[in-house]
């Protein structure tokens, strides 16, 4: 029996099953959704049996789909084993990577990446710079971090940028407030109510770079080191957060406070991953932005690759 079997399609089944969705398989590989029905299209062909049930949410695999991820957990560990254990050998094996971050709730999906990419590489020793960073990227010039996870790209040709993700921020707000009933909020909502955030300057803030100032609004700010008391102050109608979904998605679901869009088109901030040009070449680093991409894309439901 002649096989037409090849590791694209055994990625592609891995693949659907971790994200639930042709669409979210689709974007994890880094291909179109119709290509991805094409693959599977001609393994039915060929197989003569369906591979998974159609219209199911999540999919549900049939025997013969089921078969075909026996496989693909079997094989596909070892390739990629495989592929790091060569270029462990092109490239030595030795090597670090500090972090440093801007922002105070990206350890929600660092730390679950980190500790997948342990596994993955356990003999790159990985740490977090102490405390939060102001410029992280000025830590990659004086050689205290060997990577900054930042929200905006400098046009220092100096620093190499990877895209990690990008994320919708909504605003927080009483679950009695004023504008409660409204489907999204506006620049000038913000005007008169406090802006409760982080303290950070307000250069580092999604909502003010670039809903606020461009509208020429200026808000009282309060700020707090800890998400707790942050939203603590909402549900008190001590002002409004601006937070990325997943960061306040447990306490919308616990009805602490309501989330509302940030204008009618939603505000959406960017992830990437920032270094020296030279560690962009490591086998390890490549990893590293690779496992952070595709841990946070299926732990994070509202993300999306960039």
Known sequence: MQSILELRHLKTLHALRESGNLLRAAVLLNVTQSALSHQIKLLEEHHGVPLFERKTTPIR?????ERLLQLADSILPQVANCERDLARLAQGVAGQLRIAVECHTCFDWLMPAMDLFRQRWPEVELDIVSG??????GLLYSHKADVAIVSEMDADESVAYHPLFRFEIVALIAKDHALAKRDYLVAQDFATDTLITYPVPDEMLDVVRQVLKPAGINTTR????????????????RGIATLPVWAAQNYVNRDYVLPKRITADGLT??????????????????????????????????????
Do not use: H, W
């Not at 309060?222 to 109608?237: D, H, N």
């Not at 992830?271 to 496992?291: G, Q, R």
């Open 269 to 306: 901030g960017r992830l990437y991953a920032a270094c020296l040009p030279d560690l962009s070449a490591k086998a390890y680093f490549s990893d590293f932005v690779t496992t952070i991409r595709e841990s946070s894309y299926l732990n994070l439901q509202s993300i999306e690759l960039t």
């Open 222 to 237: 309060r700020t707090t080191e800890l998400t707790v008391a942050m939203l603590q102050l909402v549900a008190s109608k």
């Open 132 to 137: 939060f960073q102001a410029d992280p990227v």
């Open 61 to 65: 695999f049939t025997p013969a789909g």
